[in-house]
């Protein structure tokens, strides 16, 4: 999902990933009633496109109105979905793969092997812009056709009919099942995609269906702006039978003491206490969680040249070491907890049984001596005596706003001569920044996509799509590339020794600044079932939902 790697934060964000596995719901006003789950977000979804989709949101109702090959499980185990099956060559680069008979697009069109063809081939085509091509690396010829070396047709997957799929990969990778659960591995139907043309995901009227949900024309759309919509079961769906829900409603609610409220008022099954104030007044309420969840909070530096202050690797240092996070987490975030790696907390283990940010920790710390002098140096080298730098974040985030103002006076007290403008945009808008490299210093946050440290890790490779600063770091791209392709990625040994040398280049060149890992504090209806705490890519995930009776 990671994505943001996903840039927009949901109200209950990615709520510990498997947090609302299996979730949904809605209190029955008749035992014999429907049963419809009830959510909100902070701020809108962006796209309903699988190729383009890399906000939180977004990836959360698709997951639940699409699906693909495989999927997981609410024991955040990867199983098959719409594939019947799938057999691996000994050499781990062939996958053979048989779909489902008898597998229909919400609009009654027949789900052929093709569609994932397309759909695939979409996603890594340079002309399309997805900033999730990148998790199509393993595949044969990827990388070569995101650079604009190879046509999309020699993408490593062809449909020998419209139930057999042969995927070729570059080189063995033993997550890739994982990587598969995501939305840019889904199929897409080229026919449909063709006919809408530029509107193609931009609404729910402009977009097909194959999940176990789906959207229904007119009265509560999805029309690219507005506040609420629903989501109904899809009778087309090969599992439909099984699906125990009969839909479900999002609003937009972007005041977190507003959507308290609604809880509990029974308008809403899920609150997030998205306040250190919310989570005080609710902690000893019936129905208050909290739980860690597979997403890290960031400052991403803009090394593309275009900020040379931050092509300075002392300026870079003495950020880093000026950052007081300790202090941001108590007045911003208690239930936060300080990260020294870039990736999340209970993400992984490593070999040794260890936790992988355990294993990987870098010393991230606080040192305002140090960064001073650092400060100075860099200064010096840049002709300069003092500088300005911008940092930007979410203006629908609760953390984001008092982090950016936090982190203003932390990081001008300690370092004479600095100066930061605050900007604050929608999450929509900082996505766009992101992707755009239109930033100076990014305040942003990436959830879990799947349980691996190079979900994470991914988005620094250089020429990457994930990659929005621009980090060029050769030690970095040596390590990955060693940790991801063979013989070593077949030893979690050396492939984890690897990643670990990755982050340890990251922090020597202070790529970027790792601040928290996330805890997802709320209020959660004891009504809902199915829910699993343990960490991996699911967000809401209402396929086996169910409501007590």
């Given amino acids: 999902m990671n994505k943001s790697k996903i840039f927009a934060f949901s109200a209950i964000s990615l709520s510990a990933a498997l947090l609302l596995t299996a979730c949904g719901n809605s209190v029955s006003k008749s035992e014999d009633s429907a049963q419809e789950a009830k959510y909100s977000f ?6 309903l496109d699988t190729s383009m989709a890399a906000d939180v949101n977004s990836i959360d109702v698709l997951l639940n109105v699409d699906a693909g090959l495989v999927r997981w499980n609410p024991k955040a185990q990867v199983v098959n979905d719409l594939a019947k099956s799938i057999d691996i060559s000994k050499d781990g680069k062939t996958y053979n793969v048989t779909l489902r008979d008898g597998l229909k697009w919400s609009n009654g069109a027949k789900l052929r092997a093709a569609d994932f063809v397309y759909g695939w081939q979409r996603t890594v085509d340079p002309k399309t812009g997805s900033q999730y091509a990148y998790a199509l690396t393993p595949v044969a010829n990827a990388s070569e056709i995101m650079t604009g070396k190879k046509p999309v047709d020699t993408l490593g997957i062809k449909a020998e009919s419209d139930t057999k799929l042969v995927i070729t990969l570059a080189t063995p990778t033993p ?3 994982k990587l598969l659960t995501l939305p840019a591995y889904y199929p897409v139907n080229e026919a449909f995609v063709k006919k809408m043309g530029n509107k193609y995901g931009t609404s729910s009227d402009t977009s097909l269906y194959n999940g176990a949900f789906k959207f229904v024309k007119g009265k509560n759309n999805w029309t690219g702006s507005n506040e609420t919509f629903s989501i109904v079961k899809n009778d087309q769906f090969y599992d439909a039978k099984n699906v125990k829900l009969s839909g479900a409603t999002y609003q937009i609610v972007n005041n977190p003491n507003t959507a308290v409220n609604l809880f509990k008022s029974g308008k809403l099954d899920v609150a997030n206490l998205a306040t250190p104030e919310l989570v005080s007044a609710n902690k000893k309420n019936k129905d208050y969680k909290a739980l860690t969840s597979p997403r890290i909070d960031v400052l991403e530096y803009n090394q593309s040249g275009k900020v040379p202050e931050l092509s300075n690797l002392k300026i870079r240092q003495a950020l880093n070491l000026a950052t007081n996070r300790k202090n941001l987490l108590e007045i911003a975030a208690p239930s936060f907890s300080i990260t020294n790696t870039v990736t999340s907390k209970k993400l992984d283990q490593a070999p040794n049984g260890e936790d992988f940010v355990t294993y990987a920790a870098q010393p991230y710390k606080y040192d305002a001596k140090k960064a001073a002098e650092l400060f100075k140096e860099g200064l010096k080298e840049l002709g300069k005596t003092s500088i300005t730098l911008e940092l930007e974040g979410a203006n629908d985030n ?15 007290k300690d370092l004479p ?6 900007k604050l945009v929608s999450s929509a808008q900082r996505q766009k920044d992101a992707q755009n490299n239109n930033f100076q210093i990014l305040l942003t946050s990436w959830g ?6 190079s979900d994470f890790l991914m988005n620094f490779v250089s020429g990457s799509t994930m990659n929005h600063g621009l ?13 991801t392709t063979a013989p070593d990625v077949l030893s979690a040994d050396k492939r984890y020794a690897h990643y ?12 970027v600044n790792p601040l928290a890992t996330e805890s997802v504090s709320l209020l959660l209806n004891p009504k809902l079932k199915g829910i699993s705490t343990y960490n991996s890519a699911m967000i809401f995930d209402l396929r086996h939902a169910e409501i007590a009776k």
């Fill in 175 to 177: 997550y890739f099942n």
């Fill in 42 to 47: 902070a701020s809108n979804i962006l796209t």
């Fill in 448 to 453: 879990a996509d799947y349980n691996e440290p």
């Fill in 417 to 422: 001569g600095l100066t930061i403008n605050e």
């Fill in 398 to 412: 609760s953390f984001a706003k008092a982090a950016v103002d936090y982190l203003k006076g932390n990081l001008e």
């Fill in 500 to 511: 670990k040398d990755a982050e340890n280049a990251l922090y020597e060149a202070a790529n």
């Fill in 471 to 483: 980090v060029k770091n050769p030690n970095f791209d040596k390590a990955y590339q060693a940790a």
